[in-house]
């Protein structure tokens, strides 16, 4: 996955300034910056849902919509999740499945891997924070696809959720698919992450292994706080 | 055309997976009921304008299309909400990212509700129709009433394209249902009050008068072409709204 100098304007904010990156397979590569740093546009537009100002995002060289089952290519879990609630988990996976010919048997099969398969048939509205969360993963991952792209997984998850996600990731960028997430819990990405990219106000601020940032740190929570030192919002 | 056909589906699943495609049906079905009800009691009591008469007798069907002024609300809220709820609960992200390309959405979702408001408008018309025949009684007839029936879910079927179209383009529930409000219910009433040459044909070019025509009027086709053209050019206006503004 490419990002081309990526940019996009909200008005007069700069909110994703010339992001210039490659996201590669076989691991894990964290998403960081303060809030309002550009992190969920720059997924939206790689998702084609936000139209860049200029630059692309290229996924094995084509645009998203250019896929033909674009679910069996990129599964992603978006901030707001994104679900209607008055209707079930379930339906909303059927309708999801129908949308790109992926078998049904997928649909439970995802909800089980998510720990769902009790509140499948609950309206969505009745969910939990965390649910709707593991809902939005169980979506991520029902094309079986070899790029995952996550916002903030790990909100509104219990300790068991976020270990289950962790080993999740680990266990899809070792099987060679490309894992992009975001995420404000340093500790954690510290333990999940192989490959950093940090931006700050839409730019750039690292892109670098995990070991080289924090080299020279206490931990990774002290190299953010310098690298982004001077973005955050005030 | 695989791949809006898999659109389809998801649109299929994703309408008849909330509450709101019930209840929208069964008001059309009561509006229907108790206005084509009402209607056949007014013929009764001589209450009826004479255009409504053929060979001296009421058809029922002509009933069921009085009766549609009401019903046709209900299914105007079905297909406006189908579009519009996907903006007002954020779904259309989702939509998005299953189906990329907007003018393809856009039609797995005309092509699910006018399915949907055929079917459903054809029995409503059986229904009011059903209703009309007995309370008119000798001053009715049941000649025709198929084929009115028909014609009852074809300019629902156009109708709820409109809808849809409209919703995508002014994206807001409130703004959209106002303003098919203002199409269908509201202004041509003002128009041909004054009975003005110039303001009757403009009436006549309005989706629901133009819809009347195709119903019940001498020259149905250019009522249907009327109501058409403005489904048609909803839809495009719909499709350039989704493309061109971020989800
Ligand atoms: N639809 C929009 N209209 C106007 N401005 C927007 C819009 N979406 C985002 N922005 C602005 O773009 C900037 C980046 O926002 P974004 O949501 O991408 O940040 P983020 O890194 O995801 O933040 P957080 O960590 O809080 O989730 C912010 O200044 C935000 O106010
Ligand atoms: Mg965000």
């Known amino acids: 996955m490419t990002l081309e100098k990526l940019t996009k304007r909200f008005g007069a904010t700069v909110a994703v300034d010339g992001l210039d990156v490659e996201i590669r397979p076989g691991r894990v590569t964290g998403f960081l910056g303060p809030n309002g740093a550009g992190k969920s546009t720059t997924m939206r537009m790689i998702l084609d849902l936000d139209r860049p100002t200029s630059g692309r995002a290229l996924l094995d060289g084509r645009s998203y919509s250019a896929y033909e089952w674009p679910l069996r290519h990129v599964g992603a879990l978006l901030e707001a999740g994104a679900v209607h609630p008055g209707r079930t988990g379930r339906n909303h996976l059927l309708a999801m499945a129908r949308s790109n010919a992926i078998p049904v048997r997928r649909v439970d099969e995802v909800l089980e891997l998510a720990g769902l398969g009790g509140s499948a048939r609950k309206r969505a509205g009745a969910y939990s924070m965390g649910m709707r969360q593991r809902l939005g993963i169980a979506g991520a991952l029902l094309g079986d696809p070899p790029v995952v792209v996550l916002d903030e997984p790990v909100n509104g998850l219990d300790p068991d959720g976020v270990r289950w996600i962790r080993g999740l990731m680990r266990g899809l960028a070792a099987e060679g698919r490309t894992v992009f997430v975001s995420s404000h819990l340093l500790s954690e990405m510290q333990v999940t992450a192989d490959h950093l990219i940090v931006i700050g106000r839409g730019r750039l601020l690292a892109d670098a292994p995990l070991a080289e940032i924090v080299a020279g740190h206490a931990s990774l929570e002290d190299a953010y706080y310098q690298l982004t030192d001077g973005s955050v919002l005030s | ?247």
């Open chain 2, 1 to 247: 055309m695989t791949r809006l056909r898999a659109a389809i589906g998801a649109e299929w699943t994703k309408l008849w997976t909330t509450r709101t495609v019930w209840w929208a049906l069964l008001s059309a079905l009561v509006l229907m009921a108790a206005g084509a009800g009402q209607y056949a009691l007014y013929a009764g009591n001589g209450d009826l304008p004479a255009s409504v008469f053929r060979d001296g007798l009421v058809p029922a069907g002509s009933i069921a299309v009085l009766a549609l002024s009401f019903a046709q609300l209900a299914f105007l809220a079905l297909a406006m909400l189908a579009m519009t709820s996907e903006f007002s609960t954020g779904t259309i992200r989702s939509s998005l990212t299953w189906v990329p390309a907007r003018g393809r959405l856009l039609l797995a979702k005309c092509a699910v509700v006018a399915a949907v408001t055929f079917v459903t408008g054809v029995v409503a018309g059986l229904l009011g129709s059903l209703v009309a025949r007995p309370l008119l009684d000798d001053l009715g007839t049941s000649a025709g009433v198929l084929t009115q029936s028909l014609k009852i879910g074809l300019y629902l079927a156009v109708l709820g394209i409109l809808a849809v179209g409209l919703g995508a383009a002014l994206r807001g529930p409130v703004l959209t249902l106002v303003v098919l409000l203002l199409l269908i219910v509201v202004v041509p009433p003002l128009l041909q009050v004054p009975d003005i040459a110039v303001l009757n044909a403009v009436a006549d070019a309005m989706p629901g008068v133009a819809g009347n025509h195709f119903l019940e009027g001498d020259s149905p086709l250019v009522g249907l072409a009327i109501v058409s053209a403005w489904a048609i050019a909803a839809v495009l206006a719909g499709r350039a709204v989704l493309q061109r503004r971020d989800a």
